[in-house]
């Protein structure tokens, strides 16, 4: 017998990394989009200082999706481009010190993510990637965590 894939909703991934962002002193002015909302998913400022992420959430394919990689395909290709039309740097130059942008997967999204996406985007957006698991533990990789995760070739 087939065994089933566990799903983790994008309402999870939104869920933990909230949480994720206020241990790690961002939860000033959080705001969370509900999935009919439109704009980014979520919005928040750190305690300290005058930076804010935006992040841009998706969940893993239905049960009933007949090719569930195809869809995480779709879902990363359209998480990618929502957060880099809401990257707006008004003319300032020193844009990576305002916002820091994300993009967040559950975690049988890593692989098919970190091979898809160029270190040099992430470098130059000021792009972070988020994946959460079963339990809702965050992992979060920042543009030098990537490089060492490709330079080890150990992806999964």
């Known amino acids: 017998m087939k065994k089933e894939r566990e799903i983790i909703t994008e309402d999870f991934v939104q869920s933990s990394l909230i949480k994720y962002l206020k241990l790690n002193g961002w939860s000033k002015s959080l705001q ?21 992420w935006l992040i841009e959430a998706k969940g893993d394919p239905s049960i009933k999706v007949k090719s569930p990689s ?23 130059r020193g844009y990576k010190y305002g916002y820091k942008y994300g993009i967040a997967f559950p975690i049988s999204f890593r692989t098919m993510v970190i091979r ?17 698991n079963n339990v809702g533990n965050v992992e979060e990789i920042d543009w030098k965590k990537f490089k060492k995760i490709i330079k080890s070739k150990k992806i999964i």
Do not use: C
């Open 32 to 52: 969370s989009a509900e999935l009919w909302e439109q704009g980014v998913d979520i919005k928040v400022r750190n305690d300290k200082f005058s930076r804010y």
């Open 70 to 92: 195809g869809s995480q395909s779709s879902s990363f290709n359209s998480a990618l481009g929502q957060i880099i039309t809401r990257m707006h740097r008004n003319g300032v």
């Open 116 to 132: 898809k996406i160029p270190f040099d985007v992430m470098d130059k957006l000021n792009l972070y990637l988020f994946f959460v």
